[in-house]
């Protein structure tokens, strides 16, 4: 079984991989798009993308490519995105002078880097920035990464949990060419277009309540067709296959100017 991930090795999409798959075969991607390439064509039986932090909002490239590709969500994980500050295995926090990380990461951690009065430098992402550390022997720099990475890349931890929020969660959505079966603990992603007329969304999210289906996300994206033209990406708790959920979805198909169901998938997240 190989599941497609962003490369290189050491970033929490492979932690995410790991705590979802267990021993997973891993085939590294450049970008999400590469990862959904690589499902589609067969070469990785499924592919692990984020698709929104607690802190940061949604990653839209995976929302748009969901709309595009003809892929389904098999299943989803949460994690705790818990930063470390890693360096060679002499380097103490005295020798620090600069501090290498994915920007999202330095910005999740600026207020442990101000105590360091070190020196910021973006890099592609985490865990390349251990590497590079790794690689190249930087003796004045450390790398902010998940400990996975340390392991890895064999560099020394010199403080565990910098980041600012500990509240801070990403969730990855695994795809493939087929969604899960039904578990009893279920949910539903679609995406849809209305017509634009006077109280179509009410309309549209009415059918929900009558049938007592909790929402557990609604986001509006643009469509990339016109101004002032959206699509709606739903979340919503319950399998394709139940009964109200199957009552909803035609109703949907009716009202809807575009509707797209992007699979129905175990959930561990109420």
């Known amino acids: 079984m190989k ?3 962003l490369g290189p090795r050491g970033t929490f999409s492979e932690e995410a991989a790991r705590k979802f798959f267990k021993t997973p075969e891993l085939l590294l991607s450049e970008d999400i798009e590469e990862i959904f390439e690589s499902v589609l064509k067969e070469k990785a039986d499924y592919g692990i993308v984020p698709v929104e932090n607690s802190l ?3 990653v839209g490239v995976t929302l748009e490519l969901l709309q595009k ?3 389904k969500i098999y299943g989803e994980i ?4 818990r930063h470390s500050l890693m360096a060679l295995p002499k380097v103490g926090l005295r020798d620090i002078k600069e501090i290498i990380s ?3 990461a330095l910005a999740q951690c600026k207020n442990f880097i101000k105590t360091l009065k070190a020196s910021t430098r973006s890099s592609h992402s985490t865990a390349e920035a251990a590497r590079e550390i790794a690689q190249q022997k930087l003796k004045n720099a450390a790398a902010i990464a998940p400990k996975i990475a340390a392991q890895l890349y064999k560099l020394r931890i010199l403080k565990e949990d910098i980041q600012d929020e500990n509240r801070n969660q990403t969730r ?5 060419k087929k969604d899960h079966e039904k578990t009893g603990r279920d949910k539903t992603s679609i995406i849809l277009g209305l017509k634009d007329r006077p109280g179509a969304l009410y309309e549209a999210l009415k059918g929900f309540a009558l049938e007592k289906i ?3 996300k609604i986001e509006s994206r643009p469509s990339r067709k016109a101004l002032g033209d959206y699509v709606f990406y739903i979340d919503f708790e319950g399998h394709r296959e139940d009964d109200g959920v199957k009552k909803v979805l035609e109703k949907l198909r009716e009202q809807a100017a575009f509707m797209k169901i992007l699979g129905s998938y175990h959930t561990t997240a109420r």
């Open 3 to 5: 599941i497609s991930i």
């Open 56 to 58: 940061e909002g949604s």
């Open 69 to 71: 590709k003809d892929v």
């Open 78 to 81: 949460i994690l705790d995105i």
């Open 102 to 104: 994915h920007p999202h």
């Open 172 to 176: 990855f959505l695994v795809i493939a």
């Open 214 to 216: 909790n929402l557990t």
